[in-house]
């Protein structure tokens, strides 16, 4: 069963933090699931140009680029002859996955910016504990584990195993 969670408006310090193998497995594997479906296009590590947006509102320390794990388009970045850096076009979807050095609030923080950014919908994946918080707002997110036998994105209409999304992880 899924519930809602919400948070407060507070600021946050974003922490950068490095990937772990259980970070990477659940990268992998989101990756994988979302590319069968055919409307999507999926890129991880994609660097999002966000110099137009005062990211200090965030408590953000970045200013030029936020990079999500997994970003999500319906309808792709244009291709170019040169390729590019950052990209200015916003994913529909970015995912966020908490790796062991990092707090969550940096990736709320992050969440709240990419909401700012045109995001349509944000997840926030915690391996350690097998969540996913599917925000279709800023503060709101639904939360799905293992007990769930999907992980539902309304406003991206997917709907994927929550265990296939943990496979392999410890």
């Not at 974003?14 to 193998?21: A, W």
């Not at 994946?125 to 503060?139: M, W």
């Amino acid at each position: 069963m899924s519930q809602v969670m919400t948070f407060d408006e507070e600021g946050v310090e974003e922490d950068e933090g490095m990937g772990s193998l259980n970070h990477s497995l659940v990268q992998g594997n989101l990756t994988v699931l979302l590319s069968y479906d055919e409307r999507f296009t999926i890129l991880p590590e994609l660097s999002l140009e966000t110099s137009h947006l005062d990211l200090s509102q965030f408590s953000l320390r970045t200013k030029e680029e936020l990079k999500p794990d997994i970003s999500v388009y319906l309808d792709p970045p244009e291709s170019v002859s040169v390729d590019m850096l950052r990209v200015q076009k916003m994913p529909d979807l970015s995912i966020e996955i908490l790796s062991p050095s990092q707090g969550i609030s940096g990736l709320i923080a992050k969440i709240k910016a990419y909401f700012a950014l045109g995001v349509r919908s944000c997840w926030l994946v915690i391996p350690a504990t097998k969540i996913i918080q599917v925000y279709s707002q800023p503060t709101e997110g639904e939360t799905f584990d293992t007990k769930d036998p999907e992980v539902i994105d309304k406003v991206m209409d997917i709907k994927i195993p929550v265990n296939r999304v943990f496979k392999r992880v410890r």
